[in-house]
């Protein structure tokens, strides 16, 4: 006798089986997470963005500076990035509203505009497995000629 129950379809079983899997073990994730505080010269940068470039080449991580000068990285839409040496770049502006229907305009730095290029910026860090605080301090040498 054949059950006439739709769980018990050859084709139904595993694609449940399947899903359950993937609830069970998850959607895997970043193995590190990178978070911390950007300052110039002891004081915290209030807006702006970081990111981390893989030494190595591979996929670019960002993060937005919060106005306390905290961020956190992610890369796309998961939070955290891979294992490895990066170098990373940080840039801040002044954003300029001309008016409320144009979008901002970039105005003044805020952090010395070599920090903006991983190239330029001689900001390199290692990231380990789990959790990473990375509280970085900028020179603000060179800001003022950036204005």
Do not use: W
Request: charged fraction near 20%; glycine fraction near 12%.
């Amino acid at each position: 006798m054949q059950s006439t129950h739709k769980f018990a379809s050859p084709i139904v079983r595993p694609v449940v089986l399947l899903s359950a899997l993937v609830l069970i073990v998850g959607c895997g994730g970043k193995p590190a997470t990178v978070s911390g505080t950007v300052t110039v010269a002891g004081k915290a940068i209030d807006q702006g963005s970081i990111t981390f470039s893989p030494v190595g080449g591979g996929m670019r991580a960002s993060g937005i500076i919060q106005s306390d000068g905290r961020y956190q990285i992610q890369t796309n839409r998961d939070i955290g990035l891979d294992v490895g040496e990066y170098e990373v770049a940080v840039v801040s502006r002044e954003l300029i509203f001309a008016s409320p229907d144009a979008p901002p305009m970039p105005g003044n730095y805020l952090a010395p505009k070599r920090y903006g290029n991983t190239k330029t910026s001689g900001l390199r860090f290692s990231v380990e497995k789990g959790p990473n605080v990375i509280d970085i301090d900028l020179s603000a040498e060179g800001l003022e000629a950036d204005r």
